[in-house]
T-cell receptor, first 110, second 116 residues
Framework: DAKTTQPTSMDCAEGRAANLPCNHS???????VYWYRQIHSQGPQYIIH???NNETNEMASLIITEDRKSSTLILPHATLRDTAVYYC???????????FGKGTRLSVIA | NAGVTQTPKFQVLKTGQSMTLQCAQD?????MYWYRQDPGMGLRLIYY???????DKGEVPNGYNVSRLNKREFSLRLESAAPSQTSVYFC???????????????FGPGTRLLVL
């Protein structure tokens, strides 16, 4: 079973920031938080990951709470092409596979 | 680099037919994975191979077999296809350095399979 809880769906106006929450209250100390997205039946695409510090890359920012029980993925200026299902995943050491839940369906509206 | 490639892109089978889905990666990755995705669902792991010569069952292995042919290639075989195996199949890979948790996983474009 997935170790994360996400809202089923969210809407965001084009050009605004999209803030996608994720709860992972049972996360252990050596587990990372990963975010992937899947655009209309394509293969999932890696976005960002983090352990305990906030992270930023060219696609998004990841904010992890101090107790690590939740996190938020931020797309700073959402575009229509960001419409996708976003998966929040926790993953531990070694070659453990990703476990996908149902994710959040983000709809960016013009 | 082509990344992760899958063949075929689409396939229609009759119940009881067999087929092999092919996956290859050109990133010199150690670990490879097969997932299936049913409509409206997240991905579920079928089998994975942590390194060349090893394979392990995932969440939904029944009805499937896998072969890690070499470091580049990981195939998924359906010996006797059933309508319940109608799905989209994704192959993925990670560099998989031992003990590292921060590995990202790269996915192929998927194979859409319909079993009648």
């Amino acid at each position: 079973d997935a170790k994360t809880t996400q809202p089923t769906s969210m809407d965001c106006a084009e050009g605004r920031a999209a803030n996608l929450p994720c709860n992972h209250s049972t996360i252990s100390g050596n587990e990372y938080v990963y975010w992937y997205r899947q655009i209309h039946s394509q293969g999932p695409q890696y976005i960002i990951h983090g352990l305990k510090n906030n992270e930023t890359n060219e696609m998004a920012s990841l904010i992890i709470t101090e107790d690590r029980k939740s996190s938020t993925l931020i797309l700073p200026h959402a575009t229509l092409r960001d419409t996708a299902v976003y998966y929040c995943i926790v993953r531990g050491l070694g070659n453990t596979p990703l476990v996908f839940g149902k994710g959040t369906r983000l709809s960016v509206i013009a | 680099n082509a990344g992760v490639t899958q063949t075929p892109k689409f396939q229609v089978l009759k119940t009881g037919q067999s087929m092999t889905l092919q996956c290859a990666q050109d990133m010199n990755h150690n670990s490879m994975y097969w997932y299936r995705q049913d409509p409206g669902m997240g991905l579920r792991l079928i089998y994975y191979s942590a390194s060349e010569g090893t394979t392990d069952k995932g969440e939904v292995p029944n009805g499937y077999n896998v072969s890690r042919l070499n470091k580049r290639e990981f195939s998924l075989r359906l010996e006797s296809a059933a309508p319940s195996q109608t799905s989209v199949y994704f192959c993925a890979s990670t560099k998989g350095a031992s003990g590292r948790a921060g590995e990202t996983q790269y996915f192929g474009p998927g194979t859409r399979l319909l079993v009648l």
